[in-house]
């Protein structure tokens, strides 16, 4: 009857809203993931670049001595 559709309706509505609400608590999560690795990956890049720079200066050292 009219009754029963309109509760499933309501129903499917309700868990639309829900996995509306998981899905937005999942991409607040992958967008706070993101952010850690633009700063690890800064991290990284900032060290390989000094460790580069030390090898550099080694290679120099062992030329002139």
């Not at 029963?4 to 499917?12: I, L, M, Q, T, V």
């Not at 030390?54 to 290679?59: Q, R, T």
């Amino acid at each position: 009857n009219k009754e029963e559709f309109c509760k499933k309706e309501e129903k499917k509505l309700s868990g639309l809203v829900e996995d509306q609400r998981d899905l937005e608590k999942r991409i607040k999560a992958l967008q706070e993931k993101l952010e850690e690795n633009k700063l690890e990956q800064k991290k990284q890049a900032d060290e390989a670049a000094r460790q580069r720079s030390m090898l550099d200066n080694l290679k120099v050292r062992r030329r002139i001595g």
